[in-house]
């Protein structure tokens, strides 16, 4: 008999097809606006996300002593002598660092990997191994293997030492080619992120100041000069304080480049447009170029694979005017004892890694 009020309750409920008891036993959406007793509508709070801390940042540590661990940050200053150990989690881990060591095939580096992380070991690091150490996870689909553009962590480790500011460099005199369209480094970086630096010329004697904007200083990098000018050209070196007696960088030679990025510009001039037979005739095909930027070439000739014929290659810097500097790249063919096969189309082929440039010449029976 105690069952009827239930079954009121119930009927009710079919009725109203799910409307007050349906609303009582929902939930909330998350976000929806609450009424509090004192009638005051406020907003649910959000549910926190938890910080992952700067990307790039959160996977790579240090290990300390007695199993402490850092975690690193954009940079990181350390006295040299003492090993380095780092460790980036991931069943899979690739590494980079100081390309030198890997130049030299330096022992004191170890890289090993384990199940749960990947452990770079460099011992005694000094002011030369300052620089950015970076590691990323290595995802692989079957056979093909790729870096992990989402997980990758990088820090740049000072060897802070006194007795070597500047980062030690194998190349006593370094040259800096300056072009208009792109910004140029003067490559003295410190190993104090606190130094105090200043750039120079040396003949005349002046500095050159570093204003913030068409002269900046990077520690990591060195002066970089944004919109470079022949001006610019000259015997540059770089001067540093901290804490005691000023240091000198390693000198840089600036020379101011005329031809633009892009591929081969190519002249072919033949020795003689028409020849004899036993003549002896030569093709010249000339490019000129950014400084550093190697060309190869490769030639088509008349009685190609049955007539002898002698390729000289060769490469030198020129001065043009106004002191701008390029580079005059140069392949030679030449042909003794011109027959009758000889004459025809001589074709150069100059490539760069910007693209190719193909150019033709004729040599006719005089």
């Not at 000889?342 to 910007?354: L, T």
């Given at each position: 008999?105690k069952?009827?009020?239930?079954?009121?309750v119930a009927?009710?409920?079919?009725?109203?097809?799910?409307?007050?008891?349906?609303?009582?036993?929902?939930?909330?959406d998350?976000?929806?606006?609450?009424?509090?007793?004192?009638?005051?509508?406020?907003?649910?709070?959000?549910?926190?996300?938890?910080?992952?801390?700067?990307?790039?940042?959160?996977?790579?540590?240090?290990?300390?002593?007695?199993?402490?661990?850092?975690?690193?940050?954009?940079?990181?200053?350390?006295?040299?002598?003492?090993?380095?150990?780092?460790?980036?989690?991931g069943?899979?881990?690739g590494?980079?660092?100081?390309?030198?060591?890997?130049a030299?095939?330096?022992?004191?580096?170890s890289v090993?990997?384990?199940?749960?992380?990947?452990?770079?070991?460099?011992?005694?690091?000094?002011?030369?191994d300052?620089?950015?150490?970076?590691?990323?996870?290595?995802?692989?689909?079957?056979?093909?293997?790729e870096?992990?553009?989402?997980?990758?962590?990088?820090?740049?480790?000072?060897?802070?030492?006194?007795?070597?500011?500047?980062?030690?460099?194998?190349?006593?005199?370094?040259?800096?080619?300056?072009?208009?369209?792109?910004?140029?480094?003067?490559?003295?970086?410190?190993t104090?992120?606190?130094?105090?630096?200043?750039?120079h010329?040396?003949?005349?004697?002046?500095?050159?100041?570093?204003n913030g904007t068409?002269?900046?200083?990077?520690?990591?990098?060195?002066f970089?000069?944004?919109s470079?000018?022949p001006?610019h050209?000259?015997?540059?070196?770089?001067?540093?304080?901290a804490r005691?007696?000023?240091?000198?960088?390693?000198?840089?030679?600036?020379?101011?480049?005329?031809?633009?990025?892009?591929?081969?510009f190519?002249?072919?001039?033949?020795?003689?447009?028409?020849?004899?037979?036993g003549?002896?005739?030569?093709?010249?095909?000339?490019?000129?170029?950014?400084?550093e930027?190697?060309?190869?070439?490769?030639?088509?000739y008349?009685?190609?694979?049955?007539?002898?014929?002698?390729?000289?290659?060769s490469?030198?810097?020129?001065?043009?005017?106004?002191?701008?500097?390029?580079?005059?790249?140069?392949?030679v063919?030449?042909?003794?004892?011109?027959?009758?096969?000889?004459?025809?189309?001589?074709?150069?082929?100059?490539?760069?890694p910007?693209?190719?440039?193909?150019?033709?010449?004729?040599?006719v029976?005089?």
């Amino acid at each position: 008999m105690k069952l009827w009020p239930v079954l009121v309750v119930a009927l009710i409920c079919l009725e109203l097809h799910g409307g007050v008891c349906q609303q009582v036993k929902r939930r909330k959406d998350v976000g929806e606006n609450r009424i509090r007793p004192g009638g005051k509508r406020v907003k649910a709070r959000q549910p926190k996300v938890k910080d992952g801390g700067v990307k790039g940042q959160s996977l790579l540590t240090q290990v300390l002593d007695k199993g402490r661990f850092l975690r690193l940050g954009p940079s990181l200053s350390l006295a040299p002598g003492n090993d380095l150990e780092l460790r980036c989690k991931g069943s899979n881990i690739g590494w980079s660092y100081p390309a030198y060591l890997d130049a030299f095939n330096d022992s004191r580096l170890s890289v090993r990997q384990s199940d749960k992380y990947g452990q770079l070991v460099l011992a005694s690091p000094s002011a030369a191994d300052t620089g950015p150490y970076s590691c990323w996870v290595i995802v692989c689909d079957g056979g093909e293997c790729e870096k992990d553009q989402e997980r990758s962590y990088v820090s740049y480790i000072y060897f802070t030492d006194r007795d070597n500011l500047f980062v030690p460099s194998a190349i006593h005199f370094q040259i800096v080619y300056l072009r208009p369209d792109r910004p140029a480094v003067v490559p003295c970086r410190v190993t104090d992120p606190q130094a105090k630096v200043t750039l120079h010329r040396e003949v005349p004697p002046e500095e050159i100041p570093a204003n913030g904007t068409l002269v900046t200083f990077d520690p990591a990098k060195g002066f970089i000069l944004q919109s470079p000018q022949p001006e610019h050209q000259g015997v540059l070196y770089c001067k540093a304080v901290a804490r005691g007696t000023p240091q000198i960088s390693t000198k840089y030679q600036l020379l101011y480049v005329e031809v633009p990025s892009g591929p081969p510009f190519v002249s072919l001039v033949a020795s003689s447009a028409a020849a004899r037979g036993g003549d002896s005739v030569n093709v010249t095909c000339s490019v000129l170029g950014e400084p550093e930027v190697d060309v190869s070439f490769s030639w088509s000739y008349p009685g190609q694979g049955q007539r002898p014929v002698r390729v000289e290659t060769s490469w030198r810097l020129v001065n043009r005017a106004m002191g701008y500097t390029t580079r005059l790249s140069q392949s030679v063919l030449t042909v003794d004892d011109v027959e009758t096969i000889d004459f025809g189309s001589y074709v150069c082929r100059a490539r760069n890694p910007q693209g190719e440039t193909v150019m033709a010449a004729s040599i006719v029976s005089e």
